[in-house]
């Protein structure tokens, strides 16, 4: 199939370089490059990086919507079909009715389940035991055309938002395939999401990194794992950040303590929460690397006590 593929991050580049081994791609079309660090050098995105070594035409448009220039390109292309996955920008109707075979995109959730733009980490953050990918066509709402197909995966009590995001780009990959071999044949089931079981996964803020140690201390671990690495969950000491990359349930502590107080601090950090206590295994001090928190207590000092936050 003539394919049109848009996408953005690092999610989406093996999803492109697997559609560019079975099928035709193009055009690729991403954002624009962005200044990015200190020095606020220009940086591409992953998926322009990935097409350019596949030596694919790239499109950057600053917006697509009111766009003719970029409209009439893309019917000049004739492709049969546009895939999309994590592109960043809503594509207006005459965009969507392009392509014969229509515009597909790749989600990474159980639709109608965490419609928007960060469901994976939401579904860890909520505690979720599964996720998966939908294929579904596209229409003028986010993430509410109809399906093709869906395939499920557990998400395991040690998974973190890298493990699970590597994990779903790899399913995506088998899943697009799939459904593209549907479409091509004229097999590809149209299934309506039922709305009144949708939910919605908004974007990441830093803000949702921060812990409030009054919660239960199973949503403390689930905010560690789904928002490592950004924006990172974090405390403070001593008017300093303090991030904080590993730690687990403590099944015995002070129950009498307030939440956010040191218990313990040789060898690990046991912090009382609001059911219990947190041991923390791996933390990072402000402007420091990441580090075992053993090596950290070597050379710094946390009193017993003392109150996080």
Request: net charge neutral; aromatic share 6%; charged share 25%.
């Amino acid at each position: 199939m003539k394919i049109v593929f848009m996408g953005t991050p690092d999610f989406a580049v093996p999803i492109l370089e697997t559609l560019a081994k079975h099928h035709d791609i193009l055009a690729v079309v991403c954002q624009p490059d962005r200044p990015k660090g200190r020095g606020h050098g220009v940086v591409y995105p992953p998926v322009k990086e990935s097409a350019l070594r596949l030596n694919l035409p790239v499109h950057q448009p600053e917006k697509v919507r009111g766009n003719d220039v970029f409209f009439e390109e893309l019917k000049k292309l004739d492709a049969d079909i546009f895939v999309v996955v994590a592109y960043g920008q809503i594509l207006p109707t005459r965009i969507l009715k392009i392509p014969p075979l229509g515009c597909v995109n790749i989600h990474a959730s159980l639709l109608p389940k965490y419609r928007g733009a960060a469901p994976m980490q939401r579904a860890i953050l909520n505690g979720d035991r599964e996720t998966g990918v939908t294929i579904m066509y596209m229409d003028k709402g986010m993430d509410t055309g109809d399906m093709i197909l869906k395939e499920s995966m557990p998400i395991n009590d040690c998974d973190r938002f890298a493990e699970i995001h590597d994990k779903m780009a790899d399913l995506s990959c088998k899943c697009i395939l799939d459904a593209l071999k549907l479409i091509e044949t004229g097999n590809a089931p149209r299934v309506p999401q039922d709305n009144n079981k949708a939910t919605y996964a908004a974007m990441l803020s830093k803000d949702e990194g921060y812990v409030n140690w009054n919660k239960p201390s199973l949503e403390i671990v689930n905010q560690v794992r789904a928002l490592d690495p950004w924006p990172g969950t974090y405390t403070y000491y001593d008017g300093q950040v303090l991030k904080i990359w590993e730690c687990s349930i403590w099944d015995s502590a002070e129950q009498s303590a307030k939440p956010g107080t040191v218990l313990e601090s040789q060898g690990h950090l046991l912090v009382k929460t609001g059911d219990g206590a947190l041991s923390i295994t791996m933390l990072q001090a402000q402007g420091a690397k990441r580090m075992n928190t053993a090596d950290y207590l070597r050379g710094r000092k946390i009193e017993l006590g003392a109150i996080l936050g």
